[in-house]
C-alpha cells in the first residue's frame, strides 16, 4: 500500500470551495482525507510549507507529434514537459501522422503514454477522415479506445453540414467538438494579425472576422443540433462577443485561451524584428482584442485555459517569417505567464485562477481529477507563487524551444507534480 502525505500546505481546491492550510493523505492512488493534522509514520512525505496545493492542472490543447513527427516532439518528451510545467495531463490533438482518426491510433497513443508513466494524456480524436473535412471519422470506435473529444486542430471543420452531423453524432458519447475556428478564404495567405502592425511590416494580414465568422457558425450550430462545442484558441474580441451570447441564450458553447493570447499582442512581431517565435495561429492580435480577452477570463466568459503546445524543429522555425510554421510551446511557460499576468496584475483570485487550469477542463472535458475530494485520483499540482525565475529554453524538457517568453523573469512557478500518488517530477530548490 502506497502512502504519500503533503504536509502544511495551502490547498485551493475550487471544487470544494477550499483555500486554507490543510495536509493532503495519499492512499495507493487515491486522495484519502485532507485535514489540519495528518500523522503518518509510513507515508512518505512532503513538506508543502509556503506552497499552494492544488488539484493536477489539465492541458486541454497540446500536439505531442507522436506518431509521425517525432523529431518535433515525443509522447515522452511532451509529457516530461508537461509535468515539469506542472500538468497531471493533457489532451492532445489528432494532427498526427498517421492522423488519429482510428481506434488502433488511439489506442497506440495511450500505449506510449503508459510506457512514458509521466503526465496522464486523453486523445483527442479527429472529426473527419484524415482531417480532409469531407467524410466522418470512425468517432465511436474511438471513444471506445479512450479519446475524449473530437476535432480536426490545425484545420478548421470547414464544411457545416460535415460540423452539423458531428455535433449530432457526439451527442451519444456525451463529448464535444472542439473547432479551430478560422475561415480559410478569408485567411489566405496571412502570416500575422491584420492590422497597423502587419501594414508597417509589410506582412500579409489575417482578419478577425476570419476567426469570428466561424465562430458565430459553430455556435449557431450548437444551438440547432443541441451538441457541444468548443472553440480552441480563442483570440478575439468578436469571437468572445459570440460565445458569450450563445452562452447567454442556452447554446452549449465553451471556449479556451491561450497564454501568449492573454500576454502579448501583434507589436511582439515588430519588437523580435519578425522572430517566427512570435508566429502562431490564430495570430497574436491587437491590444484590443488581448483586453477583451483578459476581461473574458476575469468575468468567467472564457472556460479554461490552455497551451496550445506546438512544437518545432529549430530547422523550420528559422526560416523567413513568411515560410516558418505557425505554433510555439507551452507547457514549460504557461503557469507563471499566466500567474504574473491574471493573478498578480488584474487580481484574478487564485481559486478562479486554479479551476481555470484543473477544475474546469477536467468538467469540460469528464476527465478525472480536477479534486482533492476523498477517492479522487491523487493528482496534484504544487506551486511557488514566490519563485521568480528565468524562460531558459535550454533547460526545457521539450524536444523544441520555440517560445516567445525566453529570457523573461516571470514570478508564480510549479515546484512539484504528483500523478496517480507518485511524485513524477520536483523542481531543483536553489
Wanted: overall charge negative; proline content about 5%; aromatic content about 4%.
Amino acid at each position: 500500500m502506497s502512502r504519500l502525505l503533503i504536509k502544511h500546505g495551502r490547498v485551493v481546491d475550487p471544487t470544494q470551495r477550499l483555500d486554507a492550510g490543510l495536509s493532503v493523505l495519499i492512499v495507493d492512488g487515491k486522495i484519502d482525507r485532507l485535514a489540519e493534522r495528518i500523522e503518518d509514520k509510513e507515508a512518505q512525505v512532503i513538506d508543502a510549507t509556503g506552497l499552494v496545493v492544488a488539484p493536477g492542472f489539465i492541458d486541454a490543447h497540446v500536439h505531442l507529434r507522436e506518431p509521425g513527427f517525432e523529431y518535433k516532439e515525443t509522447i515522452a518528451s511532451g509529457t516530461a514537459a508537461a509535468v515539469a510545467g506542472g500538468f497531471t495531463a493533457v489532451c492532445c490533438m489528432p494532427n498526427t501522422q498517421p492522423v488519429n482518426d482510428s481506434a488502433a491510433v488511439t489506442e497506440f497513443i495511450r500505449a506510449r503514454a503508459a510506457e512514458a508513466g509521466l503526465a496522464r494524456v486523453y486523445p483527442v480524436g479527429a472529426v473527419s477522415k484524415g482531417l480532409e473535412g469531407d467524410e466522418i471519422a470512425e468517432i465511436g470506435e474511438m471513444v471506445r479506445a479512450g479519446a475524449v473529444a473530437f476535432s480536426d486542430d490545425g484545420r478548421p471543420v470547414h464544411n457545416a453540414y460535415l460540423m452539423r452531423r458531428a455535433l449530432e453524432y457526439t451527442q451519444l458519447f456525451d463529448v464535444p467538438v472542439v473547432d479551430h475556428c478560422e475561415d480559410p478564404t478569408l485567411v489566405a495567405k496571412g502570416v500575422m494579425h491584420e492590422g497597423a502592425v502587419a501594414t508597417r511590416l509589410g506582412l500579409r494580414g489575417i482578419p478577425a472576422a476570419a476567426e469570428e465568422v466561424m465562430v458565430a457558425r459553430d455556435v449557431a450550430l450548437a444551438e440547432l443540433t443541441g451538441g457541444r462545442v468548443h472553440i480552441a484558441h480563442l483570440s478575439t474580441r468578436g469571437a468572445l462577443d459570440r460565445v458569450r451570447e450563445g452562452k447567454a441564450r442556452g447554446a452549449k458553447v465553451t471556449c479556451e485561451v491561450t497564454p501568449h493570447h492573454l500576454a502579448l499582442t501583434d507589436q511582439a512581431v515588430a519588437d523580435s524584428s519578425y522572430d517566427t517565435d512570435t508566429k502562431m495561429n490564430p495570430p497574436l492580435r491587437s491590444a484590443e482584442h488581448v483586453e477583451a480577452l483578459v476581461q473574458g477570463v476575469l468575468d468567467g466568459t472564457v472556460d479554461c485555459l490552455a497551451t496550445d503546445h506546438a512544437p518545432h524543429h529549430a530547422d523550420e522555425k528559422a526560416l523567413e517569417f513568411d515560410l516558418a510554421p505557425f505554433g510555439i510551446v507551452g507547457l514549460e511557460t504557461a503557469v507563471p505567464v499566466t500567474y504574473d499576468l491574471l493573478v498578480r496584475k488584474h487580481k484574478l483570485p487564485l481559486r478562479l485562477f486554479v479551476a481555470l487550469w484543473s477544475s474546469n477542463p477536467a468538467r469540460l472535458f469528464k476527465l478525472p481529477g480536477g479534486s482533492l475530494k476523498a477517492g479522487s485520483p491523487a493528482d496534484v499540482t504544487l506551486l511557488d507563487l514566490d519563485a521568480r525565475l528565468t524562460v531558459n529554453p535550454d533547460r526545457f524538457r521539450s524536444l523544441s524551444r520555440n517560445t516567445p517568453f525566453a529570457g523573461q523573469r516571470l514570478r508564480g512557478w510549479p515546484a512539484s507534480t504528483v500523478v496517480g500518488g507518485k511524485v513524477v517530477w520536483k523542481r531543483e530548490r536553489k
